[in-house]
Every structure is written in C-alpha cells, then in structure tokens.
T-cell receptor, first 113, second 111 residues
C-alpha cells in the first residue's frame, strides 16, 4: 500500500538559513499534519491542513509557515533556522472518516549547524 | 503535569510473555486513543486505535479503554524480540484532531 512520502529525508542547514520540507499524503487522504520530534522527546504537533485550509495550529514558531496545495501535498517552510530546530519532522495524513487515524511518513531529519 | 502520561520504562519481558503497557490522560474530553510503535530513528507506526470503553483485539495486540478511570492500555501477547521498541500512546480531544502523545514506554523483549 502507498504510504506518506517526505522529502528530503536528510537536510543539513546553517543557522539563519531557510529550509523547505515536502510531504505527499497517502492517495485519497485530504488532511495533512506536521509534527516535530526532538531527541529523546515525543512528537509535538505543529500544524494541520484540511482541503488546503489550515485546520489546527499547535506549537509552531512564527518563523515557520506551511501550506497545502491543490494536489493535497504540503510544504513546511522554516526560516531563520536555529540550532534548536534540529529534529525529526514528520508528516502524517488521514481521511475525515472514522477516527481520523493518522499515518506517518518516514520523516525528515533536519540538522542545523 | 503532561496531558498524556506513560511510564518511560524500560519494560523488560521475556520472549513469549505478555507485555502490558499503560497510559493515563487528563482531559475527560479526549475522544480517540491510539497506540504507535516507534523504532529508534524511525517514524511512529500505528498499531491500534480505540474509542469506546472495553477491549479491542487485533492479532497479538489488545487495546483496553476505561474512560471513567481515564486509562488506556496495550497488551502484547507472545512478545517477540522484534517487538522491542518505544510504544507511544496518543489521544485526540475536543480541540481538534491533532495527536497529543505521551512520553512513550520503551519495551525490551529478551530472547
């Protein structure tokens, strides 16, 4: 079965640079969620989109923005990167039926030096 | 106090035994409950979900929910070394469909 696709899988950036992470949801999934997982921590919700509109907002820094496009893929844009932004960034997708079960992509490991 | 709490472990069980993982949550409005398995450096993998009181079984896994006690558990029967991972409890509530995770319990199944 098709899964969530994320790119790139690894990204190394310097402080104050920008980064763009991409997420392609499971086919026919219309909702996308972004999570950040720091070392030794559980995933923290950042933001979600349903039908190209922002749905819920969590602990996303003002330096970050995101959007969902007409083909349902989503991009997380991160500016003025800080050392503390180094983490695994997961995208998950779901439908709007049942319990909205979320299926996670493989993640993007971002390292800020 | 975290909204969702788990014992960090490690929980060590011998191969073939039953592993019991527990989770408590503070928001009585929580509606759906999920168990994810996460291997080190990998993404969370959904293994069970439950929304009504009682038990739900799927293969070697059983999820149990007690809303009155605000408690959800995961039982893994016939534990295998390949089950060794961190198990994350996650809930959704009235505020939206975002997942709020517990800190995870590290399970070690010894051959």
């Amino acid at each position: 079965a098709a899964g969530v696709i994320q790119s790139p899988r690894h990204l190394i950036k310097e402080k104050r640079e920008t980064a763009t992470l991409k997420c392609y949801p499971i086919p026919r999934h219309d909702t996308v969620y972004w999570y950040q997982q720091g070392p030794g921590q559980d995933p923290q919700f950042l933001i979600s989109f349903y039908e190209k509109m922002q749905s819920d907002k969590g602990s996303i820094p003002d330096r970050f923005s995101a959007q969902q496009f007409s083909d349902y893929h989503s991009e997380l844009n991160m500016s003025s990167l800080e050392l503390g932004d180094s983490a695994l960034y997961f995208c998950a997708s779901s439908t709007r039926t049942g319990l909205y079960e979320q299926y996670f992509g493989p993640g993007t490991r971002l390292t800020v030096t | 106090q975290k909204e969702v709490e788990q014992n960090s472990g490690p929980l060590s069980v011998p191969e073939g035994a039953i592993a019991s993982l527990n989770c408590t949550y503070s928001d009585r409005g929580s509606q759906s409950f999920f168990w994810y398995r996460q291997y080190s450096g990998k993404s969370p993998e959904l293994i069970m979900f439950i929304y009504s009181n009682g038990d739900k079984e799927d293969g070697r896994f059983t999820a149990q929910l007690n809303k009155a006690s605000q408690y959800v558990s995961l039982l893994i029967r016939d534990s295998q070394p390949s089950d060794s991972a961190t198990y994350l409890c996650a809930v959704t509530g009235n505020a939206g469909n975002m997942l709020t995770f517990g800190g995870g319990t590290r399970l070690m199944v010894k051959p």
